[in-house]
């Protein structure tokens, strides 16, 4: 059975494009403002992902954020609550910075260098 991979607009199309030729589904969601997929709060039980993947920027709403965006606190609670790894691409010298916006985020969210995006899905992928 393929593994379902849930990404935000923005994840580098050469990982998303490996990810279809070795075996799993890439599928668009969205964060409440930019309509690029299924928004985000739909995701269930039923129609669960084995990843997801974002940039930071697309989880990280403003302070004065519209009730619809979705916030990277949503994001951590449906991964922890459906057990899905989240990936969010952050370049590797920005880490500490991301760390602190984030809160400490919990051990289900792994910052990652977009140049070791691929290799790292591919990790969790094949678990």
Known sequence: MRKRVAYFDGV????LTALICEGSDTIPIAN???NHGQHARLINDQNRYDLVIAPLHKIYAPEDHDP???TFQDIFRICRTYSI???VGVDRSLHDAARELLGDPPEIV???DPSDMLETARGILAG
């Open 68 to 70: 619809e965006t979705v």
């Open 110 to 112: 792994r910052l990652v």
């Open 12 to 15: 580098d199309a050469v990982v």
């Open 32 to 34: 409440g403002l930019d």
């Open 85 to 87: 790894p989240l990936l």
